[in-house]
T-cell receptor, first 109, second 111 residues
Framework: GQSLEQPSEVTAVEGAIVQINCTYQ??????LSWYQQHDGGAPTFLSY????GLEETGRFSSFLSRSDSYGYLLLQELQMKDSASYFC??????????FGSGTRLSIRP | NAGVTQTPKFQVLKTGQSMTLQCAQD?????MYWYRQDPGMGLRLIYY???????DKGEVPNGYNVSRLNKREFSLRLESAAPSQTSVYFC??????????FGPGTRLLVL
């Protein structure tokens, strides 16, 4: 089967950098994505890694290492509005996506 | 361009009642999905449709049926609602292996 693990909660300070890790078990997949979800809202897409390495989109970067079955989301220059839950998701075959259980990011002033 | 829309936004059902959740997208996506999200959890795939006319079971399909009416619309039906189906339901659309765009969600309470 397939599974993803990520920390349930992370706390950081406004203006700092935080890394949210995601480890996975799968026999094969197309890529790893990250989604942000504010309380009461819908998930919104942040980034997608099809290949190993770093993808940068503004303040957010995402990394994938297939050999280590590991990825992470890096958030820089944290703002209070970044307080949300962050989900990693595996794109497996046949149009299927498996989501992790999410990491709740709390930001202190 | 509304993206992905869902109706209704909220619904309260009694055990045993039936209902259909509607989803429509105007982004020309081939694939559409239905997920449920329970409190403090990630999304779990109920059913998906890789293209018009095809549907497949996801991780938690029991108690649900779907219909891909056309490329734009993908509905989810609960034939006999149970309290265990109390959840937030999200419809998503996307191209294979690419990003997904989600609707605003339907909050369902089954008493």
């Amino acid at each position: 089967g397939q599974s993803l693990e990520q920390p349930s909660e992370v706390t950081a300070v406004e203006g700092a950098i935080v890394q949210i890790n995601c480890t996975y078990q799968t026999s094969g997949f197309y890529g790893l994505s990250w989604y942000q979800q504010h309380d009461g809202g819908a998930p919104t897409f942040l980034s997608y890694n099809a290949l190993d390495g770093l993808e940068e989109t503004g303040r957010f970067s995402s990394f994938l290492s297939r050999s280590d079955s590991y990825g992470y989301l890096l958030l820089q220059e944290l703002q209070m509005k970044d307080s949300a839950s962050y989900f990693c998701a595996l794109y497996s075959s046949a149009s299927k996506i498996i989501f992790g259980s999410g990491t709740r990011l709390s930001i202190r002033p | 361009n509304a993206g992905v829309t869902q109706t209704p936004k909220f619904q309260v059902l009694k055990t045993g009642q039936s209902m259909t959740l509607q989803c429509a997208q105007d982004m020309n996506h081939n694939s559409m999905y239905w997920y449920r999200q329970d409190p403090g959890m990630g999304l779990r795939l109920i059913y998906y449709s890789a293209s018009e006319g095809t549907t497949d079971k996801g991780e938690v399909p029991n108690g649900y049926n779907v219909s891909r009416l056309n490329k734009r619309e993908f509905s989810l039906r609960l034939e006999s609602a149970a309290p265990s189906q109390t959840s937030v339901y999200f419809c998503g659309g996307g191209q294979l292996q690419e990003t997904q765009y989600f609707g605003p969600g339907t909050r369902l309470l089954v008493l």
